[in-house]
Nanobody, 127 residues
């Protein structure tokens, strides 16, 4: 079993920034990729960003490209999501999730392909 401990988030005004972090208790084959998802009220959970511990590639949803940055600290088993130029439509509960698959294609970005989930934290962007 892998525990994911998330931190960061909260309330911010439109145009502001927040950073989320997600620390994994250990690395296994099922934590090959680390991803961020979000779920807005009344909507399905959607992929936001992803990377692998060893590769240099990062992947983003079109809605956040150029504004959000995913990064990692291998020594700390921690992944970060830096969110800039936030918009009210970014308001959602944000989750980190691990997967045994890289997240470079739509199929591997599906929630059904994730192995472990964090508890999620609400990010509210006010207008």
């Amino acid at each position: 079993q892998v525990q994911l401990v998330e931190s960061g988030g909260g309330l911010v005004q439109a145009g502001g920034s927040l950073r989320r972090s997600c620390a994994a208790s250990r690395r296994t084959s099922r934590t090959y990729a680390m991803n961020w998802f979000r779920q807005a009220p009344g909507k399905e959970r959607e992929f936001v960003a992803g990377l692998t511990w060893s590769g240099g590639s990062t992947y983003y949803a079109d809605s956040v490209k150029g504004r959000f940055t995913i990064s990692r600290d291998n020594a700390k088993n921690t992944v970060y999501l830096q969110m800039n130029s936030l918009k009210p439509e970014d308001t959602a509960v944000y989750y980190c999730a691990t997967s045994r698959y890289y997240s470079g294609s739509y199929y591997y970005q599906l929630t059904s392909n994730m192995d472990y989930w964090g508890k999620g934290t609400l990010v509210t962007v006010s207008s």
